[in-house]
């Protein structure tokens, strides 16, 4: 029999081709695999922890370079190639030195065409954590009804769900998000999400808008006040969640529970790179959950392994192993390991 995995995640992982300038410009590009769910089981994995990945890819060169480095990372997967669509495709372009711009051409892509036959299989022999976001619901109907399967599968076998919101403005609106994650939510065990996302899943009351805490024609990117975020996390919590982290960034994060708040300090290092920051975060998140660490020791490897994350380049390429966890502990800036 087929051990249980201790992490399960499923979504789409696309081909990301990097620009080191303005796409405009021309130049050299380099090849990644990019995908929310598939840095976060990168993470684990590196991180000492069985995972497996579920999704599907085009039968062309650029799913077969997923399947080798997902494979690679000791990943095992459930997949499905289909024949009649192509493997999504990203360019990340690197404006400035703090600005990078994605864009995708993802539309009608194998990944978006995940179903609940494909969650089915994949769920078939368990898991200790199933771990979901709202950038594959907001592919398709299908694979949002197949997130929705997952959901409420996972909690009804006893594994814990992890939601992390992951809104993404390139593939639907706020109202969008909210009206398809806001019921997933409800099968959650843990809610990952940043300041900005919180109101996205969190139960509303007749008093609140649609954007909570926020002035009309307010950014829903500037976040909520402290009361705020604090109220909206009692609310999951008493709809049955029982942990709420919040990504604040540069900031920090932080973690509501039954028992209490706590957060914990961004590490400082030297940002090259932010993309994949969040999904770093989270895999740090669940591999302490996974190992038995409390709150705030889950905090901790969370914010240390997004600080890997911002300060190397890649998606997940500079994920730590386990051994190499102390490395950022007590480093000083520009110290070699002899």
């Known amino acids: 029999m087929t051990a249980v995995v201790d992490l399960l ?11 080191g300038g303005p796409l405009s410009a021309g130049g050299s590009l380099s090849m990644h695999v990019a995908g929310a769910e598939s840095n976060v089981a990168v993470g684990v994995a590196r991180l000492g922890h069985g995972v497996s990945w579920a999704g599907v890819v085009g039968a062309d060169p650029h799913g077969q370079f997923i399947v080798r480095q997902l494979r690679s990372e000791g990943i095992g997967l459930h997949h499905r190639e289909d024949a009649s669509r192509s493997t999504g495709v990203m360019f990340l372009e690197q404006r400035t030195a703090d600005v990078s711009r994605a864009y995708y051409y993802r539309s009608g892509s194998a990944g978006s065409t995940l179903s609940i036959p494909d969650v089915d299989a994949a769920l078939r022999g368990g898991a200790r954590v199933v ?32 939601l992390d919101v992951n809104y993404r403005a390139k593939l639907w609106s706020r109202d969008e998000a909210r009206a398809a994650l806001a019921p997933i939510a409800l099968h959650a065990t843990i809610i990952i999400a940043s300041e900005d996302e919180l109101d996205l899943v969190a139960p509303p009351t007749l008093d609140s808008g649609a954007d909570f805490g926020r002035e009309p024609g307010a950014d829903p990117a500037a976040g909520l006040s402290d009361a ?24 920090g994060a932080g973690a509501y529970t039954a028992d209490g708040r706590w ?16 999904d770093a975060f989270s895999a740090g998140y669940l591999s302490a959950l996974l190992d038995g660490e409390d709150v705030a020791g889950r905090l901790r490897r969370g914010a240390l392994a997004g600080a890997f994350a911002v300060s190397t380049a890649g998606d997940w390429e500079g994920l730590p192993h386990t051994g190499e966890l102390a490395l950022l502990g007590n480093h000083v800036a520009g110290s070699t390991q002899r």
Do not use: C, F, N
């Open 228 to 251: 705020d975020e604090s109220l909206l996390a009692k609310r999951l919590l008493a709809q049955g969640v029982r942990e709420v982290v919040v990504k604040r960034g540069a900031a």
């Open 131 to 162: 771990h979901l976001t709202g950038i594959t619901a907001a592919l398709s109907l299908e694979a949002r009804r197949a997130v929705e399967y997952a959901a409420e599968r996972a909690v009804g076998e006893g594994m814990l769900v992890s």
């Open 263 to 278: 957060d914990v300090p961004a590490m400082p290092v030297t940002s090259i790179d932010t993309v994949g920051a969040g």
């Open 9 to 19: 995640t499923l979504g789409e992982s696309m081909v990301s081709l990097r620009s």
